[in-house]
């Protein structure tokens, strides 16, 4: 079995991870219906916008960059 050499400095972690839809839920302190909501009726007068989401298939996500911006 060969070991990788330099993996450190090959792989890094992503600083602006993707969250599930849960997960943003719990980050921005909504229900997970607030969210569903807002994405899929858009936003009623007078009301906040969501944030950003991203759409991969039938996969929703959320930037942590992003809900902060939002926040």
Request: charged share 25%.
């Amino acid at each position: 079995m060969k070991v990788l050499e330099n993996f450190s400095t090959t792989h890094t972690i992503n600083p602006d991870p993707f969250l599930t839809e849960k997960e943003a839920s719990r980050y921005l302190n909504q229900s997970l219906s607030w969210l569903r909501r807002r994405r899929s009726e858009g936003t009623p007068p007078g009301c906040t916008p969501g944030p950003l989401f991203y759409r991969n298939g039938k996969s929703i996500r959320y930037r942590v960059s992003d809900l902060e911006a939002w926040l």
